[in-house]
């Protein structure tokens, strides 16, 4: 029962903490609003309009025991009626109206019938409280003829009403606006920080983010700050190592190159220089691995321009079909290194490549197919693993160490990305890239 419940608070509120935290701070307001009118209007307007309209009344059936009993002296008593209580008294033959003048859902007109019935009895009173903007009609029906009254809208109805609902309904909007407002002034530092770490998980640089907020809040993002500069500074260490490494082995091999080429066996010195080089493109790859992370600035990038010069590269063996325009934020240099990788790849052991282009709403997705042996299913996850290579059937680099599939797969990631593989149309493999606008 309680976790039903849960379920369906938790689809009910809203998602965003903005919204919620403002749930909190007007709810209370509105309810104690809504509270104080209710008891308001119930004890004290309600009862306030009963008993003056009772008194005005208990004033009309006074004047009409008056006209009937002593119809002498009918001039003072409308003159000091008149001068007294601002009331208009008038006299006719005409019959009370067959159509009411009453409002249904007014609380005075409700009070003011309640009050008449029970004086003067059913079919005997007529009433309008909207005919005049100030006053109230009424008329009576007394032994054939009509006693007709405008009495003043006061003494019928409390004025203050209106008055007490505004000042009600003021001070709370005027709260909930302020209440806006430092809302909007604490949630903005959690958003700054929210963008800044999707923007380190993507590999792009973090450098004009400030601290700001609430203490708690300024205590968080200095420590995410702190936590993307030791890693920052840790990827810097790695890639400056090995292109050190790199750097400083790529001299005795070259000074190896030299001796075999002056070696009189020849037989020897071929078999020697074959290990060299491929001790040159393993120390390329783990350069190439270790760049994926290096620091490139984010910007904008248009896709069919960015495949067009692929296309470029490899001429009639790579068909792509493109759709519309699409530009999206990344780093186009490691995302043209990942692309000629795969294809490098479908070529390597295929005789074409084919790239389809869509996109939705938010993402867009990229379809790599070649007409190559593809790789069994049950290694699709062993692919992406560093230095692993599938020697039975296919590798991203034949002559390599195993590194194609993962340097790909983590600059895909990085750009909030995923990267999945398949079987193609074409009896090869197909490898499906999805990334965010």
Same mark, same amino acid.
């Given at each position: 029962?309680?976790?039903?419940?849960?379920?369906?608070? &938790?689809?009910?509120?809203?998602?965003?903490?903005?919204?919620?935290?403002?749930?909190?701070?007007?709810? $209370?307001?509105?309810?104690? *609003?809504?509270?104080?009118?209710?008891?308001?209007?119930?004890?004290?307007?309600?009862?306030?309009?009963?008993?003056?309209?009772?008194?005005?009344?208990?004033?009309?059936?006074?004047?009409?025991?008056?006209?009937?009993?002593?119809?002498?002296?009918?001039?003072?008593?409308?003159?000091?009626?008149?001068?007294?209580?601002?009331?208009?008294?008038?006299?006719?033959?005409? &019959?009370? $109206?067959?159509?009411?003048?009453?409002?249904?859902?007014?609380?005075?007109?409700? /009070?003011?019938?309640?009050?008449?019935? /029970?004086?003067?009895?059913?079919?005997?009173?007529?009433?309008?409280?909207?005919?005049? +903007?100030?006053?109230?009609?009424?008329?009576?029906?007394?032994?054939?003829?009509?006693?007709?009254?405008?009495?003043? +809208?006061?003494?019928?109805?409390?004025?203050?009403?209106?008055?007490?609902?505004?000042?009600?309904?003021?001070?709370?909007?005027?709260?909930?606006?302020?209440?806006?407002?430092?809302?909007?002034?604490?949630?903005?530092?959690?958003?700054?920080?929210?963008?800044?770490?999707?923007?380190? !998980?993507?590999?792009?640089?973090?450098?004009?983010?400030? $601290? %700001?907020?609430?203490?708690?809040?300024?205590?968080?993002?200095?420590?995410?700050?702190?936590?993307?500069?030791?890693?920052?500074?840790?990827?810097?260490?790695?890639?400056?190592?090995?292109? !050190?490494? /790199?750097?400083?082995?790529?001299?005795?091999?070259?000074?190896?190159?030299? *001796?075999?080429?002056?070696?009189?066996?020849?037989?020897?010195? =071929?078999?020697?220089?074959?290990?060299?080089?491929?001790?040159? +493109?393993?120390?390329?790859?783990?350069?190439?691995?270790? =760049?994926?992370?290096?620091?490139?600035?984010?910007?904008?990038?248009?896709?069919?321009?960015?495949?067009?010069?692929?296309?470029?590269?490899?001429?009639?063996?790579?068909?792509?079909?493109?759709?519309?325009?699409?530009?999206? %934020?990344?780093?186009?240099?490691?995302?043209?290194?990942?692309?000629?990788?795969?294809? *490098?790849?479908?070529?390597?052991?295929?005789?074409?490549?084919?790239?389809?282009?869509?996109? %939705?709403?938010?993402?867009?997705?990229?379809?790599?197919?070649?007409? !190559?042996?593809?790789?069994?299913?049950? *290694?699709? =996850?062993?692919?992406?693993?560093?230095?692993?290579?599938?020697?039975? %059937?296919?590798?991203?680099?034949? /002559?390599?160490?195993?590194?194609?599939?993962?340097?790909?797969?983590?600059?895909?990631?990085?750009?909030?990305?995923?990267?999945?593989?398949? +079987?193609?149309?074409?009896?090869?493999?197909?490898?499906?890239?999805?990334?965010?606008?």
């Amino acid at each position: 029962m309680f976790s039903g419940l849960n379920k369906l608070i &938790k689809i009910i509120l809203p998602k965003r903490l903005f919204y919620r935290a403002l749930i909190i701070v007007a709810a $209370p307001t509105i309810i104690l *609003q809504i509270i104080i009118t209710i008891v308001f209007y119930d004890s004290v307007w309600i009862k306030a309009n009963k008993n003056t309209t009772r008194a005005l009344v208990a004033q009309l059936k006074t004047i009409e025991e008056i006209y009937i009993n002593d119809k002498k002296n009918l001039d003072f008593l409308t003159d000091s009626y008149k001068n007294n209580f601002d009331f208009e008294i008038g006299f006719s033959k005409e &019959k009370i $109206p067959n159509i009411t003048g009453e409002r249904r859902f007014s609380p005075m007109d409700r /009070s003011l019938r309640r009050e008449l019935k /029970s004086t003067f009895g059913n079919n005997n009173y007529w009433f309008s409280t909207s005919k005049f +903007k100030n006053a109230v009609e009424i008329k009576i029906n007394s032994e054939g003829e009509v006693i007709e009254f405008l009495v003043p +809208k006061e003494m019928v109805s409390a004025s203050s009403v209106r008055l007490f609902v505004l000042w009600t309904t003021l001070p709370s909007v005027i709260l909930i606006i302020i209440a806006l407002i430092f809302l909007k002034n604490q949630t903005r530092p959690l958003v700054k920080l929210a963008k800044a770490a999707e923007k380190f !998980g993507k590999g792009d640089y973090v450098n004009d983010f400030r $601290p %700001s907020g609430a203490q708690e809040i300024r205590k968080a993002a200095y420590e995410f700050d702190r936590m993307a500069k030791r890693i920052n500074r840790h990827l810097n260490q790695r890639s400056e190592m090995l292109s !050190g490494i /790199s750097h400083d082995l790529r001299t005795p091999l070259t000074r190896l190159k030299l *001796q075999l080429a002056m070696l009189d066996k020849k037989e020897v010195s =071929k078999n020697m220089s074959k290990d060299i080089d491929e001790m040159e +493109k393993m120390l390329n790859d783990y350069l190439q691995f270790a =760049k994926t992370q290096a620091q490139e600035e984010t910007s904008e990038i248009d896709l069919n321009y960015l495949f067009k010069e692929l296309e470029k590269n490899f001429d009639e063996n790579l068909k792509v079909l493109y759709n519309e325009k699409i530009i999206f %934020s990344g780093r186009p240099i490691a995302l043209k290194r990942s692309f000629e990788n795969i294809i *490098q790849n479908g070529l390597n052991y295929g005789k074409k490549v084919f790239i389809k282009i869509s996109k %939705s709403s938010n993402r867009v997705l990229i379809v790599f197919e070649d007409d !190559g042996p593809g790789i069994p299913e049950d *290694q699709y =996850k062993n692919v992406f693993k560093p230095f692993f290579r599938l020697d039975k %059937s296919r590798s991203l680099n034949q /002559s390599g160490v195993g590194l194609g599939l993962a340097i790909v797969e983590d600059i895909i990631n990085s750009h909030g990305g995923n990267i999945q593989l398949g +079987k193609s149309q074409y009896n090869g493999l197909l490898v499906k890239i999805s990334l965010p606008f």
